[in-house]
């Protein structure tokens, strides 16, 4: 891995790695967390219209196309920290996905008319995630996770705050974000001359470099639920989970091991338990959130109305039967992880992806060091983590029916 700060302010990542593929990726130091209440929504919405059309490229399908005439994809998405725009193509049309990702981060449209169109389709994806419960779980279950940090607000924002923006809100906010020292770059693929290449396609900026301040989310006292009714949902869905710690915390690699205990395909303790033996839920799994500032636990079933208590105290007792975990359930779960691991990061943009994050929250050097830190976990360590932080009052949330 090479990285560089370059002249114009960006900072580039660049992993040689033989492949047919080259990935490109580029992260834009801002997301949902970072807007006031009036601009909830706007990362968001600049994500999706920055491909609506550019001075060169003058609509949609002159963008995608690009990237997909030559059997490329791209793709982006917004999160509370960052926004990613990603094309993955064969090695030889590297340059071209370089210069169209290049393009739609330099020069946008931003037109009235792509404006009032992509709001309808933002509604729709509103929708879509308030009318899934499988989805709008999560917007509850971090209402009730967070009293003042802003992750407590979904992503997309609301109807009413996406309906006020006007082109012009858009274009202001994209000339402040949306700049070589507001972003890194990673490549990951066997390319030449890529410094040279980046430092032509971004011209330089004379604007600093966005900072966040930090958000204290006060500590939680009692156990809190955030519960919601609804016609014609036959199944309820409960997500039980727990505070923890940002990525670069040390605990954070415990859980990650706690995780493959637990949360690990349909051999880890909650699936075990609660299917395999109880045969109380189709759908269980284990999602853990080790982000910039913050960090959960949460085990998700979707179950009978009548066995929702049950399926609850299943779960925490999985949870506090780590406080005793077995040698072999810890070794197991670190060949878990670090096959995980390998498995993963043979695709060159989910490898471009991580860089990215672990150089956003810090440390591009600690994905190198993450598999040495794994193996280094003991009993102790995930015993005394389990007790740190499952101990603590839980979280709940529970869509269900009338």
Request: net charge positive; proline share 3%; charged share 25%.
């Amino acid at each position: 891995m090479v990285k560089w700060v370059l002249k114009n302010g960006m900072t580039l990542i660049y992993e040689p790695k033989d492949t047919a593929s080259v990935a490109v990726q580029v992260l834009v130091n801002v997301g949902s967390n970072h807007e006031t209440a009036e601009q909830r929504g706007i990362s968001h919405f600049i994500e999706h219209m920055v491909f609506e059309g550019t001075k060169t490229r003058l609509n949609a399908r002159a963008i995608t196309n690009e990237i997909e005439k030559v059997g490329g994809i791209s793709n982006a998405y917004t999160t509370t920290t960052r926004t990613c725009y990603h094309a993955k193509v064969p090695q030889k049309h590297f340059g071209t996905a370089l210069e169209v990702i290049a393009d739609i981060l330099q020069n946008p449209l931003l037109r009235d008319n792509d404006t009032q169109r992509q709001k309808h389709i933002l509604f729709k994806e509103i929708d879509l995630v308030t009318d899934e419960p499988r989805f709008h779980q999560w917007v509850l279950f971090q209402q009730a996770l967070f009293l003042k940090h802003p992750s407590r607000f979904p992503t997309y924002g609301t109807r009413n705050t996406v309906q006020r923006m006007t082109s012009k809100d858009l274009q202001h906010f994209f000339d402040t974000m949306y700049h070589p020292k507001n972003m890194i770059m990673a490549v990951v693929g066997r390319v030449d001359n890529i410094k040279r290449e980046v430092e032509r396609l971004f011209a330089a900026q004379d604007k600093k470099k966005s900072v966040w301040p930090e958000v204290h989310e006060p500590a939680q006292q009692k156990v809190r639920i955030k519960s919601e009714k609804r016609k014609g949902v036959s199944s309820t869905y409960l997500i039980v989970g727990h505070r923890t710690v940002p990525r670069l915390h040390p605990d954070s690699i415990v859980l990650d091991i706690i995780e493959g205990i637990v949360g690990r395909g349909q051999s880890g303790w909650m699936f075990d338990e609660i299917r395999n033996k109880e045969g109380l839920a189709y759908e269980v799994g284990v999602e853990v959130a080790s982000e910039q500032d913050y960090g959960f636990f949460a085990t998700f079933a979707s179950v009978d109305k009548k066995n929702k208590d049950k399926t609850k105290e299943l779960i925490l007792s999985q949870l506090k039967k780590l406080e005793k975990v077995p040698a072999q359930e810890v070794e197991e779960s670190k060949t878990y992880v670090e096959g995980s691991f390998l498995l993963d990061f043979e695709d060159t943009q989910r490898l471009a992806d991580e860089l990215l994050f672990w150089e956003q929250v810090g440390d591009v050097q600690a994905f190198y060091q993450y598999l040495k830190n794994i193996r280094k976990v003991t009993v102790a360590d995930v015993q005394r983590v389990a007790k740190k932080y499952f101990t603590k009052p839980h979280v709940i949330a529970v869509i269900e029916g009338k």
